[in-house]
C-alpha cells in the first residue's frame, strides 16, 4: 500500500507532509505508518516507516529530525542533521537537506514555511504547549533565523476534533483563568463535561502572532481510525498502546 500524504496549498511550494497511518510496515493495533520510537512496536518496523517518511521527503533517513516532545514550548533550532532527540516540542530551521518532524495522535502537529527567506518550523501542539505558548515560540524562532511574519503560513494537520474532545470543568478552568475570551474554545457536554476545540484554540493562537496565514487541514484523528491513531480512542478501546502520526517539512 502507498503512502497517504496529505498537503495544503498554504505553504506553498514548501515540501511537506501530514502523514497518515496508511502504508506502513507495523501490524496489530499499530497496523500502518507507526513512526512513534517511544510505542511498544516493533523497532524493526517503526525504522522501516521512518525510512519511507524519508523518502517521500526527498531526505536520508539519519536527517529526518525528530525531538523527544514532552508538551512544552521549547523551540529547538536545527543547523545540522543529528540522530540525537532533545528534549522540546518544536523545531526551526533554515538548513537546506533537513526534513523537519513531529509526532501526534490527537495532539496538533503544526508546519510553518517562510519560502521567501527559507525558513522551516514544525510544531508538536497539545493543550498543554499550545497554552503555554509553543506556537508563538516557533514563530519567535523562525524570526530569528531572518523570517517575516508577512510571510509565514502555518497548518494544522489531523488532531482530534471538538465533538470528540471531552474534558472536566477543571480542564476549562485552565483556559479561562488564562483569558475569559477562551471560553468561546468550549460547548456544553453531558452533565459537568464539556467540549474543547483545540484546532481553533491553535487557529486563535497562531493568527495572534501576526502571520500570514493559518488554516487546518479539518481531519480529526479520532473519528477515522481507518486513516489517524488517536491516544484517546485507544484509551476508550483500551488498547495497551497506540501508534504515531508523523508531519514532516523540509526546504
Same mark, same amino acid.
Given at each position: ?11 506553498? &511550494?514548501?515540501? @511537506?507532509?501530514?502523514?497518515?497511518? $496508511? ?5 496489530? !493495533? ?15 518496523? +517503526?525504522? !522501516? ?9 526527498? *531526505? ?31 523545531? +526551526? ?16 502537529? *503544526?508546519?510553518?514555511?517562510? %519560502? !521567501?527567506?527559507?525558513? !522551516?518550523?514544525? /510544531?508538536?501542539?497539545? #493543550? ?12 519567535? /524562532?523562525?524570526?530569528? =533565523? ?8 502555518? *497548518? ?10 471531552? *474534558?472536566? %470543568? ?17 460547548? /456544553? ?9 483545540? &484546532? ?7 493568527? /495572534? ?6 488554516? #487546518?487541514?479539518? @481531519?480529526?484523528?479520532?473519528?477515522? %481510525? ?11 478501546? $483500551? ?11 523540509? =526546504?
Amino acid at each position: 500500500m502507498t503512502l497517504e500524504i496529505l498537503t495544503s496549498d498554504v505553504l506553498g &511550494p514548501t515540501r @511537506h507532509g501530514f502523514f497518515s497511518r $496508511k502504508g506502513g510496515a507495523s501490524s496489530g !493495533i499499530f497496523s500502518g505508518l507507526n513512526c512513534g520510537t517511544g510505542s511498544t512496536d516493533q523497532t524493526e518496523a +517503526v525504522a !522501516i516507516n521512518r525510512a519511507r517518511v524519508a523518502q517521500a521527503m526527498q *531526505v536520508p533517513t539519519n536527517n529526518l529530525m525528530g525531538v523527544h516532545q514532552i508538551h512544552s514550548a521549547d523551540v529547538l533550532t536545527v543547523t545540522e542533521p543529528d540522530t540525537r532527540r532533545p528534549k522540546a516540542d518544536a523545531m +526551526v530551521t533554515a538548513t537546506e537537506g533537513v526534513a523537519l518532524s513531529v509526532l501526534s495522535a490527537d495532539c496538533q502537529p *503544526v508546519l510553518f514555511s517562510d %519560502p !521567501i527567506a527559507g525558513v !522551516i518550523g514544525a /510544531a508538536h501542539a497539545g #493543550w498543554r504547549g499550545a497554552l503555554d505558548g509553543v506556537l508563538d515560540q516557533t514563530v519567535e /524562532a523562525m524570526l530569528a =533565523l531572518g523570517a517575516k511574519r508577512s510571510n509565514i503560513s502555518a *497548518v494544522i494537520g489531523p488532531c482530534i476534533s471538538q465533538r470528540a474532545y471531552e *474534558v472536566g %470543568p477543571e480542564f476549562m478552568d485552565s483556559f479561562v483563568n488564562e483569558d475569559p475570551e477562551n471560553a468561546r474554545f468550549f460547548a /456544553a457536554g453531558h452533565e459537568d463535561r464539556m467540549q474543547f476545540d483545540l &484546532p481553533a484554540f491553535g487557529l486563535k493562537c497562531l493568527r /495572534a502572532t501576526g502571520i500570514a496565514n493559518a488554516e #487546518w487541514t479539518r @481531519h480529526c484523528t479520532y473519528s477515522d %481510525p481507518d486513516r489517524f491513531y488517536s491516544y484517546r480512542r485507544s484509551v476508550h478501546q $483500551k488498547e495497551a498502546d497506540y501508534g504515531r502520526l508523523i508531519a514532516a517539512i523540509s =526546504l
